[in-house]
């Protein structure tokens, strides 16, 4: 077997561990050919020893030069933009996991596209700020994109192969799919009495019940913006209308997905909450390959309960859905918006149900007259909106 020349953008992140869960596990299958990350320079270092990659960058400069005094100078550190986008478009790469947190990730992965890899999706951004051109660039460019988000990875695996293979612009009523239920967790004030989300912690805001995330994710999770992205995710993949989608809280995280078909079967993907299977998946396809992880036993489950979410509760929620079916430039604003809202959460410059307050008045302001749906456009939009939003917490919150 040839090993595969996998780059990481993203490595020591939480999706960039699981990656590299499932190269250990398959150590024959994979070569590690490139690794990136930002500022964790001690975690780099420790990859880099383990794994032996061909290339390494920081996105961070001063990170790049502390890396640079601790290792060997036989492996190149390259730092900034541009050597992100130099290793995902590389000619000798064969698959790119896609899992840089935020905007940032946008370009290299958009260059990976273009060069036509096979990239491992787990960048919601991609999708959620330029969906439409992406989709797009990959069918011109001959792109394979394969999801690794643990939901819209369920909903592929249980979609037939006619849609896996023309994602983007598959017809979901011609192949018997009915509906695509995307499921979530709730995050961790699925039952927190209303008045009191006012006074969420960032300590209370990071502890996923189910799932070990970052803490922008995590965050997300909790107002479920998170899963307003991935609906929007769900519309570009599958080329769903606003009646072929439903949301549903499923607090266990068992069911990661679900397809109904227009017979009345409901066909699910299971498994327990670890990046490390849909990761799996996506590396190995079409075959199935090792994850590592423990299977799903039936015998200890107590319970799978489902319910709808309330958009009271979650406003971030319904924000994202609107968004999603008013245009391109209204999700790339909404996530340009909430980047920054959430920042300013961690930072406690506002509260937590300010997040939804702030991303609201930037999209009821948001003009979307005479602009063109090209990369630029959206990228300056993306730019305009951040400077806004950041303008407007200074201001008034």
Request: glycine share 6%.
């Amino acid at each position: 077997m040839i090993p595969r020349r996998l780059v990481i953008l993203g490595a020591t992140g939480s999706i960039g561990r699981s990656t590299l869960k499932v190269v250990d596990a398959n150590p024959e299958a994979f070569q590690v050919y490139a690794l990136t990350g930002h500022r964790n320079v001690a975690r780099m270092v420790a990859l880099i020893h383990q794994y032996s990659p061909r290339y390494v960058v920081m996105s961070d400069v001063q990170a790049a030069v502390e890396l640079r005094t601790q290792i060997s100078a036989q492996i190149p550190v390259m730092d900034g933009e541009q050597a992100l986008i130099e290793v995902a478009s590389d000619p000798l790469a064969d698959l790119v996991m896609a899992a840089i947190v935020g905007g940032a990730g946008l370009k290299p992965t958009l260059a990976a596209v273009q060069h036509g890899k096979t990239v491992l999706l787990a960048n919601k951004e991609a999708l959620v700020m330029t969906g439409l051109l992406l989709m797009d660039l990959a069918r011109q460019h001959g792109a394979t994109i394969l999801p690794v988000d643990s939901e819209h990875n369920a909903m592929f695996q249980c979609l037939p192969e006619q849609i896996q293979q023309q994602l983007g612009f598959c017809d979901l009523e011609s192949a018997g799919v009915k509906r695509l239920l995307l499921t979530g967790s709730g995050g961790p004030f699925r039952e927190l009495p209303l008045e009191q989300l006012a006074d969420v912690t960032v300590a209370q805001a990071i502890a996923h019940p189910n799932w070990s995330m970052g803490r922008k994710i995590s965050v997300d999770s909790a107002t479920m913006m998170n899963k307003g992205l991935e609906y929007i995710e769900a519309k570009r993949l599958y080329n769903a209308r606003e009646e072929q989608i439903q949301v549903i809280l499923h607090p266990q995280s068992v069911i990661h997905s679900m397809v109904q078909y227009c017979d009345g079967s409901v066909l699910a993907q299971l498994g327990v909450p670890d990046m490390a299977t849909p990761i799996a998946h996506v590396m190995g396809y079409p075959q199935r390959i090792s994850s590592s992880v423990e299977p799903l036993d039936f015998f200890t489950l107590k319970e799978l309960t489902f319910s709808a979410p309330d958009m009271q509760r979650y406003p971030c929620l319904k924000l994202a859905i609107d968004a999603c079916y008013r245009s391109q430039f209204a999700t790339t604003a909404l996530n340009a918006a909430n980047e920054v809202a959430v920042q300013a959460f961690l930072q406690e410059q506002i509260r937590f149900t300010d997040i939804a307050q702030v991303v609201a008045y930037q999209l009821e302001h948001l003009n979307e007259q005479h602009r063109s749906l090209d990369l630029e456009e959206l990228l300056a939009l993306d730019d305009e909106v951040r400077h806004r939003t950041a303008q407007y917490i200074q201001d008034r919150c």
